[in-house]
């Protein structure tokens, strides 16, 4: 009797939107579910976690809108485990904007990017538009390489915030034509085609920097000491881009420094499946962003000076887990939004150091340690 007033009310909830009154807002919640297929979790080691170690690489991976809702839904979709919820060290992260309770992308890319929090729309200017000094214009004068890697535009918000400085994220030709006078020695993110809809100036003012490809296996890739690498697309079609480039990530920085690296590497498109409340694609891309994360993990197990921190730029949809069957893959979720939220949104880390990254902590924050952490003498 139970199960089937249940039943009912799963089918009337997937089928129409429902509408709540709640003082003078209107909120909106859609229902969906999804089967995924189960895919490896790998568990580490542990021996260099937590460790005095000595770190000489940092790989930040920002999940674009991976919330506890996020997380939840992915880790019961592989059957109750990730790579990620593997971890032993976790903390949260609060996201808030220097002129908004709820930020967006470009204002917490920045706070990653730089250490300071500004308004939203801003990428690497503080709230009075001056320029803010990102991780790899403070790293790479120390002699360390550094990278991004994202499912997003290379004019996206979050890899923008790791190179440009422009008071709008919607500036997309001023973005493409910072990267030349960028510190990053590589780069890969969307697309060719965004890439040559952009003026021949700016074009080739970064092919003079950098050598670009449209495809990981040019010879030309090999033999460049700064790379672009631009792929056809970034969208579910994608195939393994984003683990695959992950890896191409780790071995190009690691053979172009002495000293060391940092990589960012973004799964920008949980948060584009919550702004449609798309479930098997918030399963999916939430999947996907785990696989890039076990490159990851599985680089500094063997690297044994590298640490590890997994964490979002904000939650997206206000997104939950209602029901699932993880032995079958199966998971049941509700939206109540099609925007961002201002929920903390959780953090993993493994390596050297993690437990600097445990508790509860600003987004800004997290650079002011990677800073401390890769900058110091030691
Ligand atoms: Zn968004």
Known sequence: ?????????????????LTAQTGNREITASAADTYAEKQNAYTPSFRIDGTNARIRNIILL????????AVNLGMYANGGELTMTNLKTMGYVRTQSANNFTT????SGTAYATGVKTKNGYLGKDSSKVNIPNIPELLAPLGYACGVVSTDDL????PAAFFAHQASRNAKEEIW??????QLTFASAGTQSVFESMPLSTQEAIKKRFTLVYDPADPAAAGSQRLVYLPPSVTQDRGDYLP????????YLSARSKKGFFLMVEGARIDKSEHSNDLPGTVWETLDFDKAIEVAVRFAERDGHTLVIISA????GATILSKGDPAQGYVSGIFASKSHTPMMVPLFAYGPRSREFSGVQENSDVARKILQILGSKK
């Open 1 to 17: 009797m139970r199960k089937s007033i249940l039943l009912f009310l799963t089918a009337l909830l997937a089928a129409t939107p």
């Open 177 to 182: 034509a910072d990267l030349p006078a960028s």
């Open 244 to 251: 695959a480039t992950t890896q191409m990530a780790i071995d």
């Open 155 to 158: 004019n996206g918000a979050t």
């Open 62 to 69: 920002i999940g674009d809108g991976m919330g506890q809702g």
């Open 104 to 107: 967006d992308s470009a204002a």
């Open 313 to 316: 730029d904000h939650e997206t």
